[in-house]
């Protein structure tokens, strides 16, 4: 985004915020925020529901949506409310918070990095062969450093929208393929709970659009120039674009496993992604196979550039924060000591400072030492941990900041955002509890 203490604004970048139809050409952010928050573990989740249970719980992926959609909302609302990022926020609710953010991020980024790696790898095996999954991994990995590295804010942002509109509409189209059951579609709009369909349920509702990457939201409204309250409407719009495709994207998967995949006994691993595509290639030539597999490309490689920009802003923002006052002090210290917008941007993130890069390093390198055991995967007990204990945090914390003194009165929460918030926060500890125990027991 920047290669020095000033943010590169794009000269067609408006000061203001824009109205009518140059409200869609300055989308982005949210379309970011997609790309990262979906990757291989919501198309496997997806998939593994509609294979069990069909279409009947459509209506909890679509219940996911709408409860990320106010997640992300608080926080894009925090930050052009407060004019700080939410590591500003957490620092002033107390060391507690920080202190959990900065242990949580570096373990997940290790587990992560793994997962990330070989999510990219799998399509890249199917499609070209001639290497195992763990090498195309490790070339993806460091073709996503050397992208991540060397990219500004502007060309990134329309390398992942072209990334976006490839994964939409390849999975979109072969949802559309498969001809789905337009009255069981509809059915499952209906809320009902199959047997032991809950722990999918769950899996469903706070799994859509991503855990760690949500937080990262901020950043790429400031990078974009978006500065006060008057960006809010021009948020949500933003916000929402991203996350209908979210919700579109994810509807259209659950399709695509109830149709072909229903009563097979699939375990949840990214290869039952590859088994999809045998089926697809078997009933509708190897097109379709090869069609499903540049989307499942498309998805993984979109959701680790981000990351690897998004959650590496998130560090650098965390390195920063943790030489800061806290509690009372950062209540003082938060008049005047500060620059604010594109300017406070610049100065608390820099994206080519050592925190950030290490951290891209930190991605990149040691994990993949992960790659050389049998199944890289079997960390998904960790990962699944991992992004399970972030959600409440982020909900809990959203709650208490939006509705404090250190939000402007014109952004802090109404009844709906606080009603959204506490169900959000009410289930994502749910969430939590019911895996630790099915993990556990």
Known sequence: ??????????????????????????????????????????????????????????????????????????????????????????????????????????????????????????????????????????????????????????????????????????????????SPDLGALASGLVPRLPAGSTVYVLGLIGGVGGTITMAAYGYWMFAKGWKGTGWLSMMRLDNAVGYVMTGVFVVAMLIVGSTLLLGQDLTESDQGLLTLGE????????????????????????????????????????????????????????????????????????????PYRGYLLWLTIPPMVLLFIDRPFGLTLVYGVLGSVFMPFLAITLMLLLNSRRVAAGGRSGWLSNVLLGASSALFLTLLVTDLYQRLT
């Open 279 to 354: 089926v697809l290639g078997a009933d509708y030539g190897q097109w379709a196979r090869i069609l499903f597999l540049v989307g499942f490309l498309a998805v993984t490689t979109s959701s680790l550039l981000g990351v690897w920009n998004g959650v590496s802003l998130l560090f650098a923002d965390t390195v920063r924060t943790v030489r800061l006052p806290h509690g009372r002090d950062a209540e003082e210290a938060a008049v005047g000591d500060e620059p604010a917008g594109d300017e406070a941007y610049a100065a608390r993130v820099v994206e080519r400072s050592w």
């Open 1 to 178: 985004m920047t290669h020095d203490a000033r943010v590169q604004r794009d000269p067609a970048q408006p000061l203001t915020p824009p109205t009518g139809a140059a409200r869609l050409r300055s989308l982005g952010p949210g379309i970011l925020a997609a790309a990262a928050g979906v990757g291989a573990g919501d198309l496997v989740a997806t998939m593994v529901a509609g294979a069990e249970y069909g279409t009947a719980l459509l209506w909890a992926a679509l219940l996911g949506t709408v409860l990320k959609l106010a997640l992300g909302e608080g926080v894009g609302r925090w930050h052009l409310a407060s004019g700080t990022t939410l590591l500003d926020g957490w620092r002033r609710l107390g060391r507690w918070a920080t202190g959990f953010f900065a242990v949580y991020i570096v373990i997940w980024g290790f587990v992560y990095g793994a997962t990330a790696m070989s999510a990219v790898g799998l399509p890249l095996n199917a499609l070209f062969g001639g290497l195992s999954v763990r090498y195309w991994a490790m070339i993806a990995g460091v073709v996503g450093l050397a992208l991540v590295w060397a990219q500004r804010y502007q060309v990134f942002e329309k390398f992942m929208t072209a990334l976006v509109a490839l994964k939409f509409v390849t999975v979109v189209s072969v949802a559309v393929l498969v």
